[in-house]
């Protein structure tokens, strides 16, 4: 059973900087995409920025230029570099992968239990 691990979170001032880890365990297996989610509370969750396997990443408009997602494979670790972070970036940050277990013919979505990201002005 492939299990998500983020850490990172916390407390940090307007203007700040937090790194957000991911760590992918459970066997032998393929990320075909990794990402990231916050949700804030009353809002919905959502997509903050993600990576495929074949390289091409997304960003959100609202954090394009400030954040920055990488993994590293051999560690089947991802991060998300958050700079320059605003008040409304507090939220609950979700690291999400889509991968296949080899134990496994399909892909499955898989969530962390979230790390929380409190930004204060």
């Known amino acids: 059973q492939v299990q998500l691990v983020e850490s990172g979170g916390g407390l940090v001032q307007a203007g700040g900087s937090l790194r957000l880890s991911c760590e992918v365990s459970g066997g032998t297996f393929t990320i075909i995409t990794l990402g990231w989610y916050r949700q804030a509370p009353g809002k919905q969750r959502e997509l903050v920025a993600s990576?495929?396997?074949?390289?091409?990443?997304f960003y959100a408009d609202f954090v394009k230029g400030r954040f920055t997602i990488s993994r590293d494979n051999a560690q089947s670790t991802g991060y998300l570099e958050m700079n320059a972070l605003k008040p409304e970036d507090t939220a609950v940050y979700y690291c999400?992968?889509?991968?296949?277990?080899?134990?496994?013919?399909?892909?499955?979505?898989?969530w962390g239990q979230g790390t929380q990201v409190t930004v204060s002005s």
């Open positions: 990576t495929s396997s074949g390289g091409n990443t």
């Open positions: 999400h992968a889509i991968a296949r277990s080899v134990s496994e013919v399909h892909a499955r979505d898989y």
